[in-house]
């Protein structure tokens, strides 16, 4: 394995050994993208080698303590209009299972069964009921994924992974009749996403434990294929930069390929989900700043004073929503929310009206205190052994970068946050996209701005 980067993280695991890969999807062509995760549920499912599905379902609960694989896009630290795009496999066992489990993954990674076209109709039947079913659970998090959807290229997969598109595909190849042009897409993604072309590989084992990890994963990744030809990735514009930073890594340097989309446009939509529920679930997100950028802090202690403070007294108690509140994720988009809503265009009066009530900058010295201290409890929250390293290794993101952002939140200021406000919250100041889950609505069908779907 003399060019795949494997990062070592001794670590008091108790006797545990914590397996996981990043595969890169940049050579995947463009029309297979949509049955990724599909692919993701199903590929530790079918069978593998000399073992049917059952026997690799058994053996796979003997031997550890779970194997899976998903879809993995991770927005650039200080590029808006860049991010990563791969599939995660993550695995766990008990040292003396290594072996075997690897075994397991070799399996997987070089023969997986494309066969049994009943079982596989089963399992898309499965988790087509399982995405429906998580809808009234996770609707606000749909809505928040499609507002955000225009905003960034990373948003637009994210769409087509984890968002309304993906239940909407799941559903239609379940109550397709013949499924096996379907089955048939999944060799040609093993084909790109099984090999090791574009891999890094993590351990997390106690330090008695990584010489022999180490030989383990050596065996498995020489066992496993090489494309035979040099593929091109799909989108031309990949950028590596390198993953630096104090921890120690017992290998090549680890770099990420990160597509950057030079011409992307970002673009307001609006997109209502008619839903036969009760109640809405609502999402408005902005486009606002990478990880890096100084002002990103400032927005994330906003979002937390913000929730506390004015949204959810006037989304849950005077709105009597279940929930509501604001987030900053890790891409900058901002993203206000309510859960299980009974209103749907007043709330976003009441986002409007949140961004006024920050504008206008009446905070307490004692709530940004509390806003900061709800903030650290999050970023500064205990690293279990088995996760160690892995801020790193799937982000990119170093210590220095990380002890950067923790001065960063501890410097904010009300004026930093009256400053945040007016700069992206404002009406008319930065891109933004709006989305409701919810029943028919008479505002939004006479509105000709709304997509309705």
């Known amino acids: 394995a003399d060019e795949i980067p494997v990062q070592y993280c001794a670590q008091p695991t108790n006797g545990m050994v914590y397996f996981r890969a990043v595969s890169s999807l940049n050579t995947l062509p463009e029309e297979l993208k949509p049955y990724v995760p599909l692919f993701c549920s199903v590929i530790t499912k079918m ?31 200080s590029h808006l209009d860049a991010y990563e795009q791969g599939v995660l496999f993550s695995s766990l066992c008990l040292d003396r299972n290594l072996p075997d489990m690897m075994h397991l993954w070799s399996e997987i990674f070089n023969n997986p069964h494309f066969e049994e076209e009943e079982h596989f109709r089963v399992l898309v039947k499965m988790t087509a009921q399982e995405l429906s ?16 959807k225009t905003l960034t290229p990373a948003g637009e997969l994210q769409e087509m992974f984890i968002g309304m598109d993906q239940v909407k595909l799941i559903k239609r190849i379940a109550e397709m ?17 099984l090999n090791s072309d574009n891999m ?15 030989k383990e994963v050596e065996n498995f990744l020489k066992g496993i294929t090489r494309s035979k030809k040099e593929r091109k990735p799909v989108r031309p514009h990949v950028i590596e930069p390198m993953l630096v930073g104090r921890e120690r890594l017992n290998c090549s340097q680890i770099t990420r390929k990160l597509i950057t989309e030079p011409t992307f446009k970002p673009c307001q939509m609006k997109t209502h989900f008619l839903l036969p529920f009760p109640v809405n679930y609502v999402g408005e997100c902005i ?18 004073l913000m929730t506390a403070k004015f949204l959810h007294r006037e989304i849950r108690e005077k709105g009597g929503a279940y929930g509501g509140g604001a987030t900053l994720s890790h891409s900058g988009i901002f993203t206000f929310y309510s859960y299980r809503d009974p ?31 709800a903030v650290f409890a999050a970023v500064d929250a205990p690293i279990a052994p ?28 009300s004026d930093h946050l009256i400053d945040v406000a007016n700069k992206y919250l404002a009406g008319g100041k930065s891109t933004r996209g709006l989305a409701v889950l919810g029943p028919e609505n008479p505002h939004i069908a006479k509105d000709p701005s709304w997509v309705k779907r």
């Open 47 to 77: 069978g593998c080698g000399a073992l049917g599905y059952r026997e690799q379902a058994q053996q796979m609960e003997l031997k550890t303590g779970g194997m899976s694989v998903s879809p993995h896009i991770i927005p650039d630290d």
């Open 133 to 148: 079913n998580g809808i009234p659970d996770s609707g606000h998090l749909y809505a928040s994924v499609r507002a955000s």
């Open 177 to 193: 009749s013949d499924i096996k042009p379907v089955l048939r897409k999944l060799p040609r993604i093993k084909k790109y996403l």
């Open 200 to 214: 890094r590989c993590s351990v997390n084992a106690t330090p008695q434990q990584i010489s022999q990890a180490s």
């Open 287 to 304: 486009r606002t700043v990478p990880y890096t950028a100084p002002d990103y802090a400032s927005l994330q202690i906003l979002a937390r």
């Open 343 to 373: 209103n749907s265009i007043s709330t976003f009066s009441t986002f409007e009206k949140a961004a006024e009530w920050a504008q206008a900058g009446e905070f307490a010295r004692q709530d940004i205190d509390e806003a900061k201290l």
């Open 386 to 413: 088995s996760d160690k390293g892995m801020n790193h290794f799937l982000t990119g993101i170093s210590d220095e970068m990380k002890q950067r952002h923790r001065e960063q939140l501890f410097a904010v200021s």
